[in-house]
């Protein structure tokens, strides 16, 4: 396959990672010398923000006692939830801003790691996390961040995002400082997650990859990120749900990949996770799953030579045809038994056309590569109700 499909080299671009990343088994126990040698923080008060089945389960006792025999004065929250409210955390930060933190250490799926982000703003500026949507430069910072992810999917240790829930809707806080000066990869934090964690989690992921390289925003890194996530994850999220700790090991590095790309922004298949969440709550990586092959139908028209890459790498070599990649990736959520239809998902008879409406208003995607219209969208759900990719990939097609 040709590489004259990659983005060009001397276009703008901009690729944001953390400075440094650790990774091995143990090494979510080894952040007091991390503090010291690479953020210049030798000790004093520190914010560990944790998910709760980490806590739970032990998984955090190593980082703890690490911190506390390194001379540092633990502060620990938790109790974020899948989606956290703007109030959790705003409570969160009164507690940091009390005991003066210096660094906050987040440890858990993507809501927390989202929550450990906007905390590190919170502790060094003024308001609340409601006062922070939008694309944000904080004048005075963040806080020095380490972000360690328990899950297979999440990536939000390498992103600009931190998502929180206000009144009711999901809304983005977007900030290039939120990248983390460290990410920790641990894979003894995901070796004893459910499978249907794993499952959602790194479905989430493999969207993250995928969309990202249909984005207009993409760059030689982010698309060279990508693809490699997209391998990674193909040949091993399914042994990863089964419970095999090497492919455990790699979906972990493969989200992590995923996230350095999710900075070229995702496009569709997000926007309509958000609505179809809207509609009835369910884990992000689901809904994400769900979008995603309708993502793909919908966005055909993306650069024919792009568009036979990513095919080749979804289908492991298999198909150049954005049908056969979108058809193998509804197999995958179906073998990974998440589902993939509107009905099965629940989604109420006649949300089509306010989901539709929803998407186009509340999460609008200027670097989507198809204009999104509300009423393709419409018609793009409508096939989504059963399953229908033939009708889908109807929506956009071109006359030949």
Known sequence: MSQNWFPKGDAPAQFLAPAAIFSGRGT?????????????????????????????????????????????????????????????????????????????????????????????????????????VGVVDPPNGVAPLILVPSTCGTGSEATRIAMVTVEGSKRASSCAKYVPSVAVLDPDLVATLPPRVVASTGMDALAHAIESVMSTNSSPWSVHHAMRAIELLVANLESAAAGDADARANCLWASHLAGQALNAGVVLGHSIAYCLAHEVPMPHGTSC??????????????????????????????STQMWAAATSVMQMAVRLGLPVTLDEAGIPADAEGRMAQLCVREYPRPNNPEPLDEENLTELLKAMRTGDLDAAFKVTARPT
Not at 65 to 86: I, K, M, N, Q, Y
Request: aromatic share 4%; net charge negative; hydrophobic share 45%.
């Open 28 to 132: 979510s126990g080894q952040i007091a010398s991390i503090l010291k040698s690479h953020l210049q923080v030798p000790a004093g008060p520190v914010l560990v923000a944790a998910d709760d089945a980490v806590l739970d389960a032990g998984l955090l006792t190593g980082l703890l006692d690490d911190l506390r025999e390194g001379g540092f004065d633990v502060t620990l929250t938790s109790g974020f939830g899948a989606e956290p409210s703007s109030e959790t955390i705003d409570a969160a930060a009164a507690v940091a801003r009390e005991a003066s933190v210096q660094a906050v250490i987040g440890v858990g799926g993507g809501s927390v790691l989202d929550s450990s982000k906007l905390l590190a703003l919170m502790v060094r500026n003024e308001g609340g996390s409601a006062d922070w």
């Open 289 to 318: 799953a769900l979008a995603l092959p309708y993502c793909m139908a919908y966005n055909q028209t993306i650069d024919s030579l792009r568009s036979e890459a990513l095919a080749l790498t979804i289908t492991g070599g298999a």
